[in-house]
């Protein structure tokens, strides 16, 4: 009697059994589902490419991948990662990585569908898929990091060479101020019509290339630019042509100078130096001749993100310096700007042409854009801000050179040689001369002269206390003396733009007669504006 309930106990575990079941494989499709959901959005969101691979060969991956490597999605799978999406160069390192099991962290040049080449970071995980062991690859295309490190380095780089070649530039400028005030001497104890003018006159323009050169070097520092101007680019491109194509007669020069292009604010030595250089470097890449095509013309940014770097939006000249040459691959063209790099023979270059190029136009706020491809030749294009309101100086005659009267003149500098012709220089103009080579030694000389002084000219590099100071001790004790700075730094540095609030003007070495005497008397004009200005 008891066997038709057992079965009937039975029949109800089985269907308890079977409800149990259905009730897990819905909840493991339920799970199943999220899972993939979750994995989908995962890999939706992601803004890294995403993909799993067993030995090489992809078997899984997000559309982010995809579009990386600017492959369709349904093209993807089957894809031999070694052959397909790393350089040669980079395959040997990879493949010892595909069958690690740990993590790796590493960096390749990959390869687009299109052929572009770019770098990656790539990161490996070992994991699992579909019940077999693989390795789950995120990549992340890294052109604008290396770009902001490469612009970092290159930063670096400029700001390390720009701090020895100031340094050397002011020593440099120091020797030549002690030759060209011989000159100056020398010119005056000889008759006008002496046949040793003309060394002397040669002489001078061997000091004026070393004040350049020494000027070439200041253009990697900060604050190198000398003389603030407006420009007319194209005029000085037509200018500079007009020397430069007579001495390279086997190369054909066409020129397309708006002259719409817009003014520019900078220093005209610099620029006109930058034009030269991408001249000279352009015709040494035509040995056997060619052609040069040299372009002026305005150029409107409107957004930060129309180029490949970023780029104040603005109104810029621009100027490009094209030429049929033999050209350059792009690992030449990542180096061009690096400091003493040259592809010339040791005896031909020296590197800093255009890494003085790139420093000069750094410093003017613009930028430089360089195309090249071997066997067709170069392109550098400058752009540089176009000044707001400009307008360009009216040519003026130089002044002539005129003695000065009696007065005392304090020069205080710590350069033997140069001190003793600095001397000489402003006995020539006509003023007694008090020296000193140390800052105590000149503060005395202040002292004992008791206000009887008609300018003092101190150099900015002595050592002691800084001249900060210096200038500090000199204004307390003698505040109504004209007080003139001396450097063979440059003007527009930044260190001397901010002591120029606290003195009366500053003349940069080497200084002929003549500048001399204009900086004393405009020092003088400039103190007495002032003391005028607060009665």
Same mark, same amino acid.
């Given at each position: 009697?008891?066997?038709?309930?057992?079965?009937?106990?039975?029949?109800?575990?089985?269907?308890?059994?079977?409800?149990?079941?259905?009730?897990?494989?819905?909840?493991?499709?339920?799970?199943?589902?999220?899972?993939?959901?979750?994995?989908?959005?995962?890999?939706?969101?992601?803004?890294?490419?995403?993909?799993?691979?067993?030995?090489?060969?992809?078997?899984?991956?997000?559309?982010?991948?995809?579009?990386?490597?600017?492959?369709?999605?349904?093209?993807?799978?089957?894809?031999?990662?070694?052959?397909?999406?790393?350089?040669?160069e980079d395959a040997g390192m990879v493949a010892r990585l595909l069958t690690a099991t740990d993590d790796q962290l590493y960096e390749?040049?990959? *390869? $687009?569908? #299109?052929?572009?080449? !770019?770098?990656?970071?790539? %990161?490996?995980?070992?994991? /699992?898929?579909?019940?077999? +062991?693989?390795?789950?690859?995120?990549?992340?295309?890294?052109?604008?990091?290396?770009?902001?490190?490469?612009?970092?380095?290159?930063?670096?780089?400029?700001?390390?060479?720009?701090?020895?070649?100031?340094?050397?530039?002011?020593?440099?400028?120091?020797?030549?101020?002690?030759?060209?005030?011989?000159?100056?001497?020398?010119?005056?104890?000889?008759?006008?019509?002496?046949?040793?003018?003309?060394?002397?006159?040669?002489?001078?323009?061997?000091?004026?290339?070393?004040?350049?050169?020494?000027?070439?070097?200041?253009?990697?520092?900060?604050?190198?630019?000398?003389?603030?101007?407006?420009?007319?680019?194209?005029?000085? *491109? $037509?200018? #500079?042509?007009?020397? !430069?194509?007579?001495?390279? %007669?086997?190369?054909?020069? /066409?020129?397309?100078?708006? +002259?719409?292009?817009?003014?520019?604010?900078?220093?005209?030595?610099?620029?006109?130096?930058?034009?030269?250089?991408?001249?000279?470097?352009?015709?040494?890449?035509?040995?056997?001749?060619?052609?040069?095509?040299?372009?002026?013309?305005?150029?409107?940014?409107?957004?930060?993100?129309?180029?490949?770097?970023?780029?104040?939006?603005?109104?810029?000249?621009?100027?490009?310096?094209?030429?049929?040459?033999?050209?350059?691959?792009?690992?030449?063209?990542?180096?061009?700007?690096?400091?003493?790099?040259?592809?010339?023979?040791?005896?031909?270059?020296?590197?800093?042409?255009?890494?003085?190029?790139?420093?000069?136009?750094?410093?003017?706020?613009?930028?430089?854009?360089?195309?090249?491809?071997?066997?067709?030749?170069?392109?550098?294009?400058?752009?540089? +801000?176009?000044?707001?309101?400009?307008?360009?100086?009216?040519?003026?005659?130089?002044?002539?050179?005129?003695?000065?009267?009696?007065?005392?003149?304090?020069?205080?500098?710590?350069?033997?040689?140069?001190?003793?012709?600095?001397?000489?220089?402003?006995?020539?103009?006509?003023?007694?001369?008090?020296?000193?080579?140390?800052?105590?030694?000149?503060?005395?000389?202040?002292?004992?002269?008791?206000?009887?002084?008609?300018?003092?000219?101190?150099?900015?590099?002595?050592?002691?206390?800084?001249?900060?100071?210096?200038?500090?001790?000199?204004?307390?004790?003698?505040?109504?003396?004209?007080?003139?700075?001396?450097?063979?730094?440059?003007?527009?540095?930044?260190?001397?733009?901010?002591?120029?609030?606290?003195?009366?003007?500053?003349?940069?070495?080497?200084?002929?007669?003549?500048?001399?005497?204009?900086?004393?008397?405009?020092?003088?004009?400039?103190?007495?504006?002032?003391?005028?200005?607060?009665?």
């Open positions: 009697m008891t066997a038709p309930e057992n079965d009937n106990a039975s029949n109800d575990n089985a269907s308890n059994d079977s409800v149990s079941l259905v009730t897990e494989r819905r909840s493991a499709d339920v799970a199943l589902k999220e899972s993939r959901d979750r994995y989908r959005l995962f890999a939706l969101v992601s803004s890294e490419g995403i993909f799993f691979h067993d030995n090489g060969i992809v078997i899984e991956a997000n559309d982010v991948f995809a579009k990386i490597i600017e492959r369709p999605p349904e093209t993807i799978i089957g894809m031999n990662i070694l052959k397909d999406l790393i350089r040669p390749i040049t990959a *390869v $687009a569908a #299109s052929g572009r080449h !770019f770098p990656a970071e790539m %990161r490996s995980r070992p994991g /699992e898929w579909a019940g077999r +062991p693989c390795r789950v690859v995120s990549i992340r295309d890294i052109t604008h990091r290396k770009k902001t490190e490469d612009q970092l380095i290159q930063s670096q780089k400029m700001a390390a060479i720009g701090t020895l070649s100031s340094g050397i530039a002011h020593d440099f400028k120091n020797m030549l101020a002690g030759i060209q005030g011989n000159v100056e001497i020398l010119r005056h104890q000889l008759a006008p019509h002496s046949p040793h003018q003309k060394r002397l006159d040669i002489i001078s323009q061997i000091v004026q290339r070393g004040t350049k050169l020494s000027g070439q070097l200041l253009g990697y520092a900060r604050g190198g630019q000398t003389d603030i101007s407006p420009i007319d680019l194209s005029h000085l *491109v $037509a200018e #500079s042509l007009e020397m !430069f194509g007579h001495a390279n %007669r086997n190369i054909g020069i /066409e020129t397309h100078l708006n +002259p719409d292009t817009p003014v520019i604010n900078g220093d005209r030595n610099q620029i006109e130096q930058v034009l030269l250089n991408l001249l000279i470097n352009a015709v040494q890449a035509m040995p056997t001749g060619g052609r040069l095509f040299i372009e002026t013309k305005a150029t409107d940014i409107l957004d930060r993100a129309s180029r490949e770097y970023n780029v104040v939006p603005g109104r810029y000249a621009k100027l490009s310096v094209r030429d049929t040459g033999h050209g350059m691959d792009r690992e030449t063209q990542r180096q061009i700007f690096e400091p003493f790099f040259t592809t010339k023979p040791e005896s031909q270059g020296t590197g800093l042409g255009l890494a003085s190029t790139y420093g000069i136009i750094k410093n003017h706020k613009g930028y430089i854009d360089v195309s090249s491809q071997p066997g067709k030749g170069s392109c550098f294009s400058l752009l540089l +801000p176009a000044a707001r309101a400009a307008t360009l100086p009216k040519a003026v005659a130089p002044t002539p050179e005129r003695r000065d009267t009696s007065d005392t003149i304090l020069l205080i500098d710590d350069e033997p040689d140069f001190l003793d012709v600095g001397r000489e220089m402003l006995l020539l103009l006509g003023y007694q001369v008090i020296t000193a080579t140390h800052v105590d030694e000149a503060l005395a000389r202040l002292k004992e002269a008791n206000g009887r002084l008609y300018t003092v000219i101190l150099d900015m590099v002595m050592p002691g206390p800084g001249v900060e100071t210096t200038l500090s001790r000199i204004v307390r004790i003698a505040p109504t003396v004209p007080l003139l700075l001396s450097s063979g730094f440059n003007r527009e540095s930044e260190s001397i733009r901010q002591l120029l609030t606290r003195c009366h003007g500053f003349i940069p070495k080497p200084y002929r007669l003549a500048e001399l005497s204009k900086a004393i008397r405009d020092a003088r004009d400039i103190l007495q504006a002032q003391s005028e200005n607060r009665s």
